[in-house]
Nanobody, 121 residues
Framework: QVQLVESGGGLVQPGGSLRLFCAAS????????MGWYRQAPGKQRELVAA???????NYADSVKGRFSISRDNAKNTVTLQMNSLKPEDTAVYYC???????????????WGQGTQVTVSS
């Protein structure tokens, strides 16, 4: 089994910055894409940013130019640097990874427990 543990959420003023960190541990053979999703109250969960094992990235239009995603393949970690935060960025942020616990295992979608990000003055 694979576990994703997030850290780094909190309260920040508009215009401020936060860094979210996620580490995958457990029985891991390989991890393909890692990413961050968020869910605000009353809204559906949405993709924020994702990065493949080869380093290709994908961002939601609403965060382009403000957020940056990176990963360390050797350590199975992914980081989301969030700058110029806005109140509408307030949400629970979830780490996501799709990977295989064993060489012959099917691809499985893993989720972290979520970390709250609140942008408010």
């Amino acid at each position: 089994q694979v576990q994703l543990v997030e850290s780094g959420g909190g309260l920040v003023q508009p215009g401020g910055s936060l860094r979210l960190f996620c580490a995958a541990s457990g029985s891991i053979f390989s991890i393909n894409t890692m990413g961050w999703y968020r869910q605000a109250p009353g809204k559906q969960r949405e993709l924020v940013a994702a990065i493949t094992s080869g380093g290709a990235t994908n961002y939601a239009d609403s965060v382009k130019g403000r957020f940056s995603i990176s990963r360390d393949n050797a350590k199975n970690t992914v980081t989301l640097q969030m700058n110029s935060l806005k109140p509408e960025d307030t949400a629970v942020y979830y780490c996501n990874a799709d990977g295989r616990p064993g060489r012959w295992s099917s691809l499985i979608d893993y989720w972290g427990q979520g970390t709250q990000v609140t942008v408010s003055s």
